[in-house]
């Protein structure tokens, strides 16, 4: 936006606007700084600002306060271009002309202007005279076929070359007053149909051109009242329906809209009270049947929701611990389970084993009793340990499993409770009872992954 304006001034400038006798833009402000044209620039990071509301509305009334200041800077280069046309200097005229239009291609009078410029700029045109009669004789057909709004436009655009026209004025105001009688009418023939948004709509456009109508003002009052009472009423009856069918959620949200169309309205309150608390209820109870289902996970999220819309707080958080300690305990005895069928896998496989070897033969010689191929257990004491199952046989005993199991679900009752220092110890210990445990190896990196300790 910025180097659009400039692009406008550099125009004015080429274009020896900056003459004496043409109009030249003022300060917007007298008083104050620079600062108070486009509002305190030192808020404009945002920082002070509280919510995101407020800061939707600051950027709001910053962007408001830009396009002030542009259509402040497009007018007052109008007026140079139309001082210029004045002069006979069409071309530049023309030129300046299509520069605002560059910037808002909604500037009627601009567009008017340039065209009118560059009518009478082309060799051979007819006067300006001759261009403002056929004007009037376009305005004239297209008031006697009824296009009131077209023939005002032909007017505005006579006016924007000769403002002070008085025929122009004269058949604008008439026709004005046609216009807001049409408008006037069709918002009687809607209101007569209890279509009272149709027919503030109209009434409305009247009041633009009626401004100083007070019976017009009255009546559009008057329907406003009537619009409310109608909405309400229809939202009423939606919520209802949708009450009755068991629908509450969406019978508090139309309840919701109606304090936004008549605030204050004590019946409404009343019925959302009841609502919440029937929609609390019903969170309830779903999450005490998803308990009963051992659905732990959906019971939780009903209790949630059901503290959210009103339920005893204490109450709901006792229930959420509850499922969620139900939940852990599930999980250990499903682990429990697969340990255990484990166990009993591996033990049935070991008796097969036993079963298909051949017993192994042993001779008796006198001395110390042992096979002259076994050495003697006296000589190293760590001959003992590795032959029950340590690490020198590869495998790990049912009991180093069992334990390390143990201090799994130790570690992970710590984790559940954010002790991480804790279960990062217990499943350490797990690991080292039997390296090959997985669970612990996930539960480590969980850890790690949040505490960024190894």
Request: a neutral charge; hydrophobic letters at 35%; proline letters at 3%.
């Amino acid at each position: 936006m910025k180097k659009q304006l400039f692009a406008v001034l550099a125009v004015c400038t080429a274009l020896g606007v900056a003459a004496a006798p043409l109009r030249q833009p003022n300060p917007i402000r007298q008083h104050g700084k620079e600062e108070g044209m486009l509002l305190d620039l030192n808020k404009i990071t945002l920082g002070t600002l509280n919510d995101v509301e407020e800061k939707k509305q600051y950027l709001s009334t910053v962007q408001l306060e830009k396009q002030r200041i542009q259509n402040y800077m497009l007018r007052q280069v109008y007026e140079n271009a139309y001082t210029l046309y004045k002069r006979g200097d069409y071309q530049r005229a023309q030129e300046m002309a299509q520069t605002i239009l560059s910037i808002d291609p909604n500037f009627t009078q601009a567009s008017t202007l340039a065209k009118q410029a560059g009518h009478m700029g082309a060799y051979g045109t007819t006067s300006e005279a001759e261009v403002i009669e056929a004007k009037f004789q376009e305005a004239h057909r297209m008031y006697d076929s009824g296009r009131l709004v077209e023939a005002n436009e032909k007017l505005d655009e006579i006016l924007t070359i000769q403002p002070h026209n008085g025929k122009a004025l004269s058949w604008k105001k008439r026709i004005d007053k046609d216009i807001a009688q049409e408008y006037s009418r069709r918002g009687n023939v809607a209101y007569e149909k209890q279509n009272y948004q149709g027919a503030l709509d109209n009434w409305y456009n009247a009041l633009l051109i009626r401004k100083d109508d007070p019976a017009l003002v009255n009546k559009i009052a008057q329907t406003e009242n009537l619009l409310r009472k109608q909405q309400v009423q229809e939202a009423m009856e939606q919520a209802m329906d949708f009450y009755n069918k068991g629908q509450y959620l969406e019978s508090y949200s139309v309840f919701e809209r109606i304090t936004k169309i008549q605030p204050g309205d004590q019946r409404v309150q009343k019925y959302m009270t009841q609502l919440k608390d029937e929609i609390a209820s019903s969170y309830y109870t779903a999450g005490n049947k998803s308990y009963g289902a051992q659905k732990f996970d959906s019971a939780i999220n009903y209790w949630t929701n059901a503290k959210k819309w009103g339920a005893d707080s204490s109450n709901m958080d006792r229930l959420i611990k509850k499922a969620r300690n139900a939940k852990e305990d599930a999980i250990r005895r499903k682990q429990e389970a697969v340990r255990k069928a484990a166990e009993e896998k591996a033990k049935e496989a070991a008796g097969e084993t036993d079963k298909e070897e051949e017993p192994i033969e042993t001779v008796t010689v006198e001395g110390n009793g042992l096979s002259p191929l076994a050495p003697d257990a006296s000589a190293d004491p760590n001959h003992v340990a590795e032959g029950l199952g340590g690490a020198a046989s590869g495998r790990v005993s049912a009991e180093a499993s069992a334990a390390s199991h143990q201090k799994y679900l130790e570690g992970l009752d710590a984790y559940n409770q954010d002790d991480y220092e804790r279960a990062r110890a217990a499943w350490i210990a797990a690991k080292q009872l039997d390296p090959g445990n997985t669970d612990a190896d996930s539960g480590l990196r969980r850890v790690e992954e949040l505490t960024g300790i190894r």
